[in-house]
């Protein structure tokens, strides 16, 4: 079964730092692209951050710049997205995908984070 999971969500006070992994089961990771993507309740998704399959070379939404950090363990099939100095606007569902664009393929289930004090 072709699966991606989301995990490392969790409830974070500002300041604070998670660190999101994305894993993949049933294939591999290596020749995709992957993005991460998040949805605040009422807001539509947007894309946070995506990393190439090929030279690695990486983007950020300018929101997360200098704060949100995405690499790729293809040893592990697995994607991570650090994420420090959380705000609250930062409060959102994260999700992976197969892609950097939002009409990826595929989408993993999505793990929430929330930053409040």
Not at 7 to 25: E, F, T, Y
Not at 72 to 94: C, F, G, I, W
């Amino acid at each position: 079964q072709v699966q991606l999971v989301e995990s490392g969500g969790g409830l974070v006070q500002p300041g604070g730092s998670l660190r999101l992994s994305c894993a993949a089961s049933g294939f591999t990771l290596d020749v995709y692209a992957i993005g991460w993507f998040r949805q605040a309740p009422g807001k539509e998704r947007e894309g946070v951050s995506c990393i190439s399959s090929t030279d690695g070379s990486t983007y950020y939404a300018d929101s997360v710049k200098g704060r949100f950090t995405i690499s790729r363990d293809n040893a592990k099939n697995t994607v991570y997205l650090q994420m420090n100095s959380l705000k609250p606007e930062d409060t959102a569902v994260y999700f992976c995908a197969t892609d950097c664009s939002p009409l990826a393929a595929g989408w993993g289930q999505g793990t929430q984070v929330i930053v409040t004090s």
